[in-house]
């Protein structure tokens, strides 16, 4: 399994981002697939969720509303696009495998992480 995101960067508060992440090493469109983010001093969270096929999503409820995940099984990618960030968004930024919403997200197999940095 690997995962490789990319898209972030430093923004302004109440600016968005575009985050990406690839997925290779395994039947991406069997799966659902997650955001999971870690600020600093602070645990992982999850953020949003994806069910395989795009049809249901959850999101955490600090993000709600801001932020929409989704993917295309076409290109193996899952996407996060983030609006009207607060300073309290930066984070790095994780896309995992698997529904992050209902497990400790220590577990889950995720990705190199990129930095959203808002300030």
């Known amino acids: 399994v690997q995962l490789v995101e990319s898209g972030g960067g430093l923004v302004q508060p109440g600016g968005s981002l575009r985050l990406s992440c690839a997925a290779s090493?395994?039947?991406?469109?069997?799966?659902?697939m997650s955001w999971i983010r870690q600020r600093p001093g602070k645990e992982l969270e999850w953020v949003a969720c994806l069910n395989p096929y795009g049809e249901a999503q959850t999101y955490a409820p600090a993000v709600k509303g801001r932020f929409v995940i989704d993917r295309d099984n076409a290109k193996n990618t899952v996407y996060l696009q983030l609006n009207s960030l607060k300073t309290e968004d930066t984070a790095m930024y994780y896309c995992a495998k698997d529904w992050a919403a209902t497990v400790d997200p220590r577990r889950l197999v995720r990705g190199q992480g990129t930095q959203v940095t808002v300030s």
């Open positions: 090493g395994f039947t991406f469109k069997d799966y659902a």
